[in-house]
């Protein structure tokens, strides 16, 4: 690999500044282990654009700061949407439609508890009439 023709081709550059993309930055990162001149470089571009940002910063005036954070806070203030609740609206536990699906349920369960008993019923009743029956045959056939 060409040490210095990576150097000059302005990837170090992108990454401290923050405008390369995460494959730039990890290829970066890897080739920083391996090789100390790129090690070098990179710690030379970096403490070169700090020296550039302090050489060149300018301060804002001193009112500044404080119009912009009144400034949010107002927009925060104005932004925010209250819900008016009424005390006296009632909440509704079960719209119609379920209403209604537990109704028709409890008349399904209701009938088949009470088929289920009339038909135990009636067998009991066809067992005793016809035990009469059975303990006829059962005399004439000696």
């Excluded at 990576?6 to 930055?25: F, H, M, N, P, Q």
């Amino acid at each position: 690999m060409d040490i210095e023709s990576y150097i000059s081709s302005g990837i170090i550059e992108k990454c401290v500044c923050g405008l390369a993309s995460s494959d730039e930055v990890k290829e970066l990162g890897s080739l920083r282990k391996l090789y100390p001149e790129i090690e070098s470089a990179v710690v030379q571009t970096e403490s070169d654009f700090e020296k550039h940002l302090k050489l060149y910063s300018i301060t804002p005036p001193p009112g500044v700061k404080d119009r912009l954070l009144k400034i949010i806070s107002d927009k925060q203030i104005s932004e925010c949407h209250f819900i008016k609740i009424q005390a006296s609206t009632s909440i509704q536990f079960f719209n119609p439609t379920r209403r209604w699906t537990l109704i028709i349920l409890m008349i399904l369960v209701i009938s088949v508890v009470l088929n289920l008993f009339f038909f135990n019923k009636l067998l009991d009743i066809d067992k005793h009439q016809s035990e009469p029956v059975k303990q006829e045959n059962i005399k004439e056939i000696p």
